[in-house]
C-alpha cells in the first residue's frame, strides 16, 4: 500500500514536468516560426524593387572561384549592381532599420538595427514585436553608419540555424575559404566584408573599445584577434580601415562568444 501511495504522487509530479518542458517546446517552437514569417516578410519588403541581380544569376557569371594562400582568384568578375534594399521601405517599417546582413548560402539574410541600449532588440523582431529570436543589432554606443574604426553587430546562434548561426562556422578554414566575404547594404552605400579572424573570446575578460588612444593601439587590437583566429587570411589592414565585428553565442567554449571580425570595403572598389 504504501508503494503505491508513493508512487501516484511521483507519476502526477512526472506527467506535470513532461508537461511543463513540451509547453516551452511549444511555445519556442511557435516563436521561432513566427519570427521566421515576419522575416520573410520584411525581406519581401526589402527586395520588392530590387534591380541588383539574383544569387544564381549573379554566380552564373562566376565560373571558377579559388583560394590559393589566402587569395581569391575569379575568372570572371561580375559588375558592381545597384543596392538590393529598399532602405525606403524599411524605415516605414522600423526607423531603427541601419543596414541589412547577407552571407550567399546561409540564411543569413536580415535587417540590423539600432536602439538606445543594447538589450530591446535581444527579443524582439524589427516590427518590435517580442520574438526569441530577436534582430540583429548595433551596439548602442556605436554611431550606427559604420564610420567608426569598429563597429559591433549582435546577433543570436539559433537552434534551427537562422540569425547568426552561420558565421559559427568560420570557426573552419574550408568554410572561410568556401565564403570569402559578407555583404553589407546600408542607406548610405553598400560595402562587402572580408573576414580577418573568428575569435573564442571569454566574456569574463573583454568589452569592447570604440575609441582608440592612437594608430598603435588600434592595429593591436586587430592584430591580437588575428593571431588567435580560428582561420588563416591574408587580407591587409591599416590604420585607415573600418572593422565590423560580428558577435554570437557559442557552446564550443565555456562562458564565451565567437567574434567575426571583418574589414569593410566598399563594394564598388571590392574586387576578387
Known sequence: MKTKILFIPIFLFSVCGCIIVGRKLFTALH?????????????????????EESPESKNSD??????????????????????????????????????WIRLEGTKVDYPVVQSRDNDFYL???VTGEWNKVGTPFIDFR???DFSDPVTVIYGHYMGDGSMFTAFHDYK???????????????????????????VFQNVEYWDFTFDYESDAAFLYQIDTWKALSTFKSYTEYTAEDRFVVLTLCTYDVENSRFLLVGKLKEKDEFVY
Do not use: M, W
Not at 70 to 83: F, K, L, M, R
Open 31 to 51: 516563436e521561432y516560426k513566427a519570427g521566421e514569417e515576419i522575416y520573410e516578410n520584411i525581406s519581401a519588403a526589402a527586395h520588392a524593387d530590387s534591380t
Open 62 to 99: 562566376i565560373t571558377e572561384i579559388a583560394v590559393t594562400e589566402g587569395v581569391i582568384d575569379c575568372t570572371q568578375t561580375p559588375e558592381p549592381a545597384a543596392s538590393a534594399i529598399d532602405f525606403d521601405a524599411l524605415q516605414e517599417i522600423s526607423p531603427d532599420v541601419k543596414g
Open 123 to 125: 527579443n524582439r523582431a
Open 142 to 144: 556605436n554611431s550606427g
Open 172 to 198: 573552419s578554414q574550408k568554410f572561410f575559404e568556401e565564403h570569402p566575404f559578407i555583404d553589407l547594404y546600408t542607406p548610405a552605400g553598400d560595402y562587402r566584408l572580408l573576414p580577418v579572424a573568428g
